[in-house]
């Protein structure tokens, strides 16, 4: 039965546009999915529109009024310099939705193709990728990060490598897995009787029928990515107090959350509700992409 | 099947003289020396403390000395610790972090493996929403907001566990294993959740229905392999992950343990014991990798056919 | 069917663990009440110590552990911090306050029996100052009439440094100036004596390798000894059998415990693990505060938080400059909002009431004077205002405070400063090689005289982070350091605060404060600026209960 699926699929694949289409009909039918769609929509859409939006500035403070809880001229409370946390929050979206997604683009695209190839040719080429992999997995992070920061400065940019070099790691060894347990399958090996180069197959046949689980991995991903980001700042790459970011936020709401709860509880939940948006929408485009894993 | 752990044992070292050379070179790239500290030292007594330590060396000789003694196991002095050496101290910090790292593995699979196979069976229902969804918050939560809010109920306010420690009071190693575990506990429940559901629309699960087995025999004898396999092949790297992970934990339950170690190492430029426990953590990882992977290969029986095949 | 006995079986077995440990935790006796019971002090002690020999280290952790098992020829009274006699019963000063004869107690013994003799004090001082040891706190030996010069190998002859045994019983002591606070020093790292018989057994004297301090080798002269120490989780001394006060110590054992976060340390002070922190975060002070916790004990301490300027770049070339950023600060409110109102602004560099010394000239709020010399400097309104950062390691608290005087500095002379957290080692190397604009830092007095904190901006010292030098003001040092009149030194050390502070190569914000937890079960205990303690007189005393 699975072989019917396959060589349904491996039809499928020559004419991408129907699938796509098929897809996008599937996972408009999957109301999880749709709601978190919308819900990152929405936060993409405040995080864009925060400059004009925001009821105060990011770092205005008032220090006479100090750590005060929510209000109804602070929704959210203020922090222990008197600064509106739902500011704080709106401003810190747009780097960790920046860091979370570009920082994730990175490590997909390095982790998908190093797992992909690695796994494909197997062997010799295999084992010196892999390798490397252990090798770099066993880097002292803090001072790769360190080093990093002192020769190239705390730009963005940087920040985004800097994730995306270790999270890659993770991803290489996930589609070097699931490349390994397909390879065997016979519309790969169909594939290669017929004669098609490998970039293709890798492109065309290897990597989508790997996608589930990276899109599964890659949800669960973008919100380690986001706390990661306030370690890094720790370190002094990355964002510069005064500005805000929820990695850091939810950081320092965790060292006052016996004296000034909300401080950690806000952040927290706008951090885990895009969570759960995030993988239902992963779960749905799964589902969408690869019927088979969609039953009954 | 020999012949395949003995190559990759020999394909290791290349990556671990990989590894001691990188660390070495990073960590004299960086800035800031182990004799920087907020009171500055006489300009002469760092002059001797740079002989002692041999500093004042070009930096190739350094590093020619530093990877004969490794290769002769001698991770050298610690900067810090003066009157310990980097084996010592390595030696008086694992045992802490590889029994952390057990009991959180343990833990993870008493709680992750059940609720995994339960939301499987009962798939699509609330007893598959449920156990998903706290494995996802289980997932996202951070060891350092899980940690301090587990210390704060069951320590401080129902006063229940000890706060810190290790082996110093009764109970004060079950929370830092359940904080450390519960990541994995999630992982583990949804893998062995997709897993088993994979296995369960199998044809073979199908006749075994039809011909009427109860589900607890479908479940133990047939589903159970299935869902078991991914996770077993996830324990690898898991727990290596687990070993080097468990700083946040080891810091946040003061726990004397390697993770620790490791971290204040870097962060006071204590060259010998960064490049010592960079070694032996790669050395672990590699050795959990292989035993993952040779448990793979022995669990899936196409792998090793070919790699008989290819001797 | 079975499968979902299964789980209930599991979820049965699981309520029963929790009910056990219902059970178990009722009759837990936590740490505090287990030590208090059997005279064990548990004692939070923040980083990890990384050694106890006197001679090679100069952290505050590894001091409080050292202070347990040595002590100097003198010591000080905890609670007033006047000298007392310790090793040495009674002492004879020359009048020009140069030569000290100090008599060694006759019943004063290492922990192995031999008794402490003047020559161990010899010995200890030079093996102090051997180059292979590379002794961090060597310059405190200095104080010894030509004993730099011997480090420095200007003078090879021994006997022309200024310590010599008379005898056994003494100690013969010359001195390179007058040193007001030479008695106090003897209480110091550097000045204690170190067993160099013992030592021998193990190696060279001179190596730092050498394991002689460890548990079974070390041989020490304080009320403890070492009983067991695993780095990372414990330094345990135990009371010291041949101490010559033994009948005083009532403690028997002394737990350090190194714990790193202050998160860490509060909460395992609440959870009883401990019977006196290091320190607390700032954010816990305010809750214990309010409701007047008896645990919560806060007390000033010899130190001074302020920022520092980097003088040899533009704007910070610029005095007025410097004078207006330095007056745009309002202490007063960042003490009370930001540090939760427990440190005492300060608008010096000396803390108030240093042994008798409080500087004329202070450092004010004034805005309008603030603007008025940015103007004058050139920048009116902040116009033009180059791109400067403020620098400071990563930290809660310090960021916290980088952000509010941001805030002032963009309230009062708009101006857009920019706050940059380093990690430590990084900020250290970026201030000692004068890369930062401004930067933080703090300075915690070794003695209690004007001296340890004014000697901070002479051009030759090597924690002076501005670039700042001035020959006025190193000459009145130079001065300060030949006087032996109490009076007439502080005036000279007066006249060098009014230039420094006129010269502003720093903003003083506040002094700090030590702010810690310590149980009502700790008796004997006082607190005082140094954070000093002397452990023989601490005891442990359960509460009466209350009925």
Same mark, same amino acid.
């Given at each position: 039965?699975?072989?019917?699926?396959?060589?349904?699929?491996?039809?499928?694949?020559?004419?991408?546009?129907?699938?796509?289409?098929?897809?996008?009909?599937?996972?408009?039918?999957?109301?999880?999915?749709?709601?978190?769609?919308?819900?990152?929509?929405?936060?993409?859409?405040?995080?864009?529109?925060?400059?004009?939006?925001?009821?105060?500035?990011?770092?205005?403070?008032?220090?006479?009024?100090?750590?005060?809880?929510?209000?109804?001229?602070?929704?959210?409370?203020?922090?222990?310099?008197?600064?509106?946390?739902?500011?704080?929050?709106?401003?810190?979206?747009?780097?960790?939705?920046?860091?979370?997604?570009?920082?994730?683009?990175?490590?997909?695209?390095?982790?998908?193709?190093?797992?992909?190839?690695?796994?494909?040719?197997?062997?010799?080429?295999?084992?010196?990728?892999?390798?490397?992999?252990?090798?770099?997995?066993?880097?002292?992070?803090?001072?790769?990060?360190?080093?990093?920061?002192?020769?190239?400065?705390?730009?963005?940019?940087?920040?985004?490598?800097?994730?995306?070099?270790?999270?890659?790691?993770?991803?290489?060894?996930?589609?070097?897995?699931?490349?390994?347990?397909?390879?065997?399958?016979?519309?790969?090996?169909?594939?290669?009787?017929?004669?098609?180069?490998?970039?293709?197959?890798?492109?065309?046949?290897?990597?989508?029928?790997?996608?589930?689980?990276?899109?599964?991995?890659?949800?669960?991903?973008?919100?380690?990515?986001?706390?990661?980001?306030?370690?890094?700042?720790?370190?002094?790459?990355?964002?510069?107090?005064?500005?805000?970011?929820?990695?850091?936020?939810?950081?320092?709401?965790?060292?006052?959350?016996?004296?000034?709860?909300?401080?950690?509880?806000?952040?927290?939940?706008?951090?885990?509700?895009?969570?759960?948006?995030?993988?239902?929408?992963?779960?749905?485009?799964?589902?969408?992409?690869?019927?088979?894993?969609?039953?009954? | 099947?020999?012949?395949?752990?003995?190559?990759?044992?020999?394909?290791?070292?290349?990556?671990?003289?990989?590894?001691?050379?990188?660390?070495?070179?990073?960590?004299?790239?960086?800035?800031?020396?182990?004799?920087?500290?907020?009171?500055?030292?006489?300009?002469?007594?760092?002059?001797?403390?740079?002989?002692?330590?041999?500093?004042?060396?070009?930096?190739?000789?350094?590093?020619?000395?530093?990877?004969?003694?490794?290769?002769?196991?001698?991770?050298?002095?610690?900067?810090?610790?003066?009157?310990?050496?980097?084996?010592?101290?390595?030696?008086?910090?694992?045992?802490?972090?590889?029994?952390?790292?057990?009991?959180?593995?343990?833990?993870?699979?008493?709680?992750?493996?059940?609720?995994?196979?339960?939301?499987?069976?009962?798939?699509?229902?609330?007893?598959?929403?449920?156990?998903?969804?706290?494995?996802?918050?289980?997932?996202?939560?951070?060891?350092?907001?899980?940690?301090?809010?587990?210390?704060?109920?069951?320590?401080?306010?129902?006063?229940?566990?000890?706060?810190?420690?290790?082996?110093?009071?009764?109970?004060?190693?079950?929370?830092?294993?359940?904080?450390?575990?519960?990541?994995?506990?999630?992982?583990?429940?949804?893998?062995?959740?997709?897993?088993?559901?994979?296995?369960?629309?199998?044809?073979?699960?199908?006749?075994?229905?039809?011909?009427?087995?109860?589900?607890?025999?479908?479940?133990?004898?047939?589903?159970?392999?299935?869902?078991?396999?991914?996770?077993?092949?996830?324990?690898?790297?898991?727990?290596?992950?687990?070993?080097?992970?468990?700083?946040?934990?080891?810091?946040?339950?003061?726990?004397?343990?390697?993770?620790?170690?490791?971290?204040?190492?870097?962060?006071?430029?204590?060259?010998?014991?960064?490049?010592?426990?960079?070694?032996?953590?790669?050395?672990?990882?590699?050795?959990?990798?292989?035993?993952?992977?040779?448990?793979?290969?022995?669990?899936?029986?196409?792998?090793?056919?070919?790699?008989?095949?290819?001797? | 069917?079975?499968?979902?006995?299964?789980?209930?079986?599991?979820?049965?077995?699981?309520?029963?663990?929790?009910?056990?440990?219902?059970?178990?935790?009722?009759?837990?006796?936590?740490?505090?009440?287990?030590?208090?019971?059997?005279?064990?002090?548990?004692?939070?002690?923040?980083?990890?110590?990384?050694?106890?020999?006197?001679?090679?280290?100069?952290?505050?952790?590894?001091?409080?552990?050292?202070?347990?098992?040595?002590?100097?020829?003198?010591?000080?009274?905890?609670?007033?911090?006047?000298?007392?006699?310790? +090793?040495?019963? &009674?002492?004879? !000063?020359? /009048?020009? #306050?140069?030569? $000290?004869?100090?008599?060694?107690?006759?019943?004063?013994?290492?922990?192995?029996?031999?008794?402490?003799?003047?020559?161990?004090?010899?010995?200890?001082?030079?093996?102090?100052?051997?180059?292979?040891?590379?002794?961090?706190?060597?310059?405190?030996?200095?104080?010894?009439?030509?004993?730099?010069?011997?480090?420095?190998?200007?003078?090879?002859?021994?006997?022309?440094?200024?310590?010599?045994?008379?005898?056994?019983?003494?100690?013969?002591?010359?001195?390179?100036?007058?040193?007001?606070?030479?008695?106090?020093?003897?209480?110091?790292?550097?000045?204690?004596?170190?067993?160099?018989?013992?030592?021998?057994?193990?190696?060279?004297?001179?190596?730092?390798?050498?394991?002689?301090?460890?548990?079974?080798?070390?041989?020490?002269?304080?009320?403890?000894?070492?009983?067991?120490? +695993?780095?990372? &989780?414990?330094? !345990?001394? /135990?009371? #010291?059998?041949? $101490?010559?006060?033994?009948?005083?110590?009532?403690?028997?054992?002394?737990?350090?415990?190194?714990?790193?976060?202050?998160?860490?340390?509060?909460?395992?002070?609440?959870?009883?693990?401990?019977?006196?922190?290091?320190?607390?975060?700032?954010?816990?002070?305010?809750?214990?505060?309010?409701?007047?916790?008896?645990?919560?004990?806060?007390?000033?301490?010899?130190?001074?938080?302020?920022?520092?300027?980097?003088?040899?770049?533009?704007?910070?070339?610029?005095?007025?400059?410097?004078?207006?950023?330095?007056?745009?600060?309002?202490?007063?409110?960042?003490?009370?909002?930001?540090?939760?109102?427990?440190?005492?602004?300060?608008?010096?560099?000396?803390?108030?009431?240093?042994?008798?010394?409080?500087?004329?000239?202070?450092?004010?709020?004034?805005?309008?004077?603030?603007?008025?010399?940015?103007?004058?400097?050139?920048?009116?309104?902040?116009?033009?205002?180059?791109?400067?950062?403020?620098?400071?390691?990563?930290?809660?608290?310090?960021?916290?405070?980088?952000?509010?005087?941001?805030?002032?500095?963009?309230?009062?002379?708009?101006?857009?400063?920019?706050?940059?957290?380093?990690?430590?080692?990084?900020?250290?190397?970026?201030?000692?090689?004068?890369?930062?604009?401004?930067?933080?830092?703090?300075?915690?007095?070794?003695?209690?005289?004007?001296?340890?904190?004014?000697?901070?901006?002479?051009?030759?010292?090597?924690?002076?982070?501005?670039?700042?030098?001035?020959?006025?003001?190193?000459?009145?040092?130079?001065?300060?350091?030949?006087?032996?009149?109490?009076?007439?030194?502080?005036?000279?050390?007066?006249?060098?605060?009014?230039?420094?502070?006129?010269?502003?190569?720093?903003?003083?914000?506040?002094?700090?404060?030590?702010?810690?937890?310590?149980?009502?079960?700790?008796?004997?205990?006082?607190?005082?600026?140094?954070?000093?303690?002397?452990?023989?007189?601490?005891?442990?005393?359960?509460?009466?209960?209350?009925?």
């Amino acid at each position: 039965m699975s072989e019917i699926v396959h060589i349904a699929e491996l039809t499928n694949l020559e004419k991408g546009r129907s699938l796509t289409q098929d897809a996008f009909l599937r996972l408009r039918k999957n109301k999880m999915a749709m709601f978190g769609l919308y819900f990152l929509l929405f936060l993409i859409l405040v995080a864009l529109l925060t400059p004009w939006i925001a009821p105060y500035s990011y770092e205005e403070q008032n220090l006479e009024l100090g750590a005060s809880p929510p209000s109804a001229r602070h929704w959210m409370g203020t922090d222990i310099l008197g600064r509106d946390q739902l500011t704080r929050i709106m401003y810190g979206s747009r780097i960790s939705l920046m860091v979370g997604f570009i920082a994730t683009a990175v490590a997909l695209t390095i982790g998908v193709l190093w797992g992909a190839i690695a796994g494909f040719f197997g062997g010799r080429t295999d084992a010196i990728m892999m390798r490397i992999v252990d090798a770099l997995y066993a880097l002292p992070f803090t001072i790769f990060i360190i080093l990093l920061t002192v020769v190239f400065g705390s730009s963005m940019l940087l920040l985004f490598l800097a994730i995306g070099a270790v999270e890659w790691l993770t991803m290489a060894r996930i589609v070097r897995g699931q490349v390994l347990s397909i390879k065997k399958q016979e519309f790969i090996e169909a594939a290669i009787s017929m004669g098609l180069p490998p970039s293709r197959i890798i492109a065309h046949h290897l990597i989508p029928n790997v996608l589930g689980p990276v899109i599964v991995y890659t949800t669960l991903t973008i919100p380690s990515v986001i706390l990661l980001e306030s370690f890094l700042s720790f370190l002094g790459l990355g964002i510069q107090p005064p500005a805000s970011s929820w990695g850091s936020l939810i950081s320092g709401g965790v060292e006052v959350m016996e004296e000034y709860p909300w401080l950690l509880a806000f952040p927290g939940v706008v951090l885990t509700i895009t969570l759960f948006s995030l993988n239902f929408l992963g779960d749905g485009l799964r589902d969408a992409l690869d019927p088979k894993s969609s039953r009954d | 099947m020999l012949l395949f752990i003995i190559k990759r044992i020999l394909q290791a070292i290349p990556v671990l003289l990989l590894v001691a050379t990188a660390t070495f070179f990073m960590v004299r790239a960086a800035p800031g020396g182990p004799f920087d500290k907020d009171r500055s030292i006489p300009p002469e007594v760092i002059t001797q403390l740079n002989k002692r330590y041999h500093l004042d060396d070009p930096l190739w000789k350094q590093y020619v000395d530093y990877m004969g003694n490794l290769l002769q196991g001698d991770f050298g002095p610690s900067f810090k610790y003066a009157s310990h050496s980097v084996t010592e101290l390595i030696a008086a910090g694992f045992p802490a972090t590889l029994e952390l790292s057990l009991y959180a593995i343990l833990f993870a699979l008493l709680v992750g493996l059940p609720a995994g196979m339960l939301a499987a069976v009962k798939w699509n229902t609330s007893l598959d929403y449920v156990p998903m969804s706290v494995a996802m918050i289980g997932i996202c939560m951070p060891t350092f907001v899980l940690g301090p809010i587990l210390l704060l109920v069951f320590g401080i306010w129902f006063g229940w566990l000890p706060v810190a420690g290790w082996g110093q009071v009764p109970g004060d190693k079950i929370l830092p294993s359940i904080t450390l575990g519960s990541v994995y506990a999630a992982y583990i429940a949804r893998i062995s959740r997709g897993g088993m559901l994979e296995v369960l629309s199998q044809d073979y699960i199908r006749t075994a229905k039809a011909k009427g087995l109860s589900t607890a025999r479908i479940v133990f004898v047939h589903a159970l392999r299935g869902g078991i396999t991914p996770v077993i092949s996830f324990l690898g790297p898991a727990l290596a992950g687990l070993l080097a992970g468990s700083f946040v934990v080891e810091s946040i339950f003061n726990i004397p343990g390697l993770g620790r170690f490791y971290v204040t190492a870097a962060f006071n430029r204590d060259y010998t014991m960064i490049l010592g426990c960079t070694i032996f953590f790669a050395f672990l990882i590699i050795l959990f990798n292989l035993l993952a992977d040779i448990i793979q290969v022995w669990l899936n029986p196409k792998l090793r056919q070919e790699l008989e095949a290819r001797g | 069917m079975t499968f979902i006995f299964f789980i209930h079986k599991l979820v049965k077995i699981g309520f029963l663990i929790a009910c056990l440990f219902c059970v178990l935790s009722c009759e837990r006796k936590t740490l505090v009440d287990i030590g208090t019971d059997k005279q064990i002090l548990y004692f939070g002690n923040g980083t990890d110590i990384t050694g106890i020999d006197p001679h090679g280290t100069n952290g505050m952790p590894e001091q409080r552990v050292i202070k347990a098992v040595f002590e100097g020829l003198v010591a000080k009274d905890p609670k007033t911090l006047e000298i007392i006699p310790a +090793v040495s019963d &009674r002492w004879e !000063v020359s /009048e020009d #306050n140069m030569t $000290y004869v100090f008599h060694i107690r006759e019943n004063a013994r290492w922990s192995n029996g031999d008794p402490v003799t003047a020559h161990d004090f010899v010995n200890s001082w030079l093996r102090g100052m051997m180059p292979g040891l590379a002794n961090e706190t060597v310059t405190s030996l200095f104080v010894f009439k030509n004993a730099e010069k011997f480090y420095l190998k200007e003078v090879t002859d021994v006997s022309q440094v200024g310590f010599k045994a008379l005898d056994d019983h003494h100690l013969k002591v010359e001195l390179e100036n007058p040193t007001p606070y030479f008695l106090q020093l003897l209480d110091y790292l550097a000045l204690f004596p170190v067993h160099t018989e013992s030592m021998k057994k193990f190696g060279a004297v001179d190596d730092p390798a050498n394991p002689w301090s460890k548990v079974g080798n070390f041989v020490g002269n304080g009320a403890f000894t070492v009983k067991d120490w +695993v780095p990372g &989780r414990s330094f !345990v001394v /135990e009371k #010291n059998p041949y $101490y010559w006060d033994k009948d005083v110590v009532r403690l028997n054992e002394i737990h350090f415990m190194p714990i790193d976060q202050l998160l860490v340390e509060e909460r395992m002070f609440k959870a009883r693990h401990l019977h006196r922190t290091e320190w607390m975060p700032y954010s816990k002070i305010p809750a214990y505060r309010d409701r007047k916790d008896p645990e919560y004990n806060h007390y000033p301490y010899l130190s001074t938080y302020f920022y520092v300027f980097n003088v040899t770049k533009p704007p910070f070339d610029d005095v007025r400059v410097r004078k207006a950023l330095a007056y745009a600060v309002d202490r007063e409110t960042l003490v009370h909002s930001v540090t939760k109102g427990v440190q005492s602004a300060t608008g010096a560099l000396t803390p108030p009431n240093t042994l008798g010394y409080t500087s004329r000239a202070q450092m004010t709020f004034d805005p309008d004077l603030a603007r008025q010399l940015l103007a004058e400097a050139g920048y009116p309104d902040g116009k033009n205002f180059p791109h400067v950062e403020l620098t400071f390691n990563s930290s809660e608290d310090h960021r916290k405070i980088g952000e509010a005087i941001q805030q002032m500095w963009k309230k009062h002379l708009h101006i857009d400063v920019k706050l940059k957290n380093q990690e430590w080692k990084v900020f250290l190397h970026e201030i000692k090689n004068l890369n930062h604009n401004i930067a933080r830092m703090g300075w915690v007095g070794d003695y209690i005289d004007p001296n340890t904190f004014l000697g901070l901006f002479t051009s030759l010292s090597g924690d002076n982070r501005t670039g700042w030098k001035n020959k006025q003001y190193d000459a009145l040092l130079n001065k300060a350091a030949t006087i032996a009149d109490k009076q007439e030194r502080y005036e000279v050390f007066q006249q060098a605060e009014t230039l420094l502070l006129d010269n502003a190569p720093f903003i003083p914000l506040y002094n700090y404060t030590t702010n810690n937890l310590v149980s009502t079960q700790l008796k004997g205990y006082h607190q005082n600026i140094l954070d000093y303690y002397s452990y023989k007189h601490i005891y442990l005393e359960a509460e009466k209960p209350s009925e």
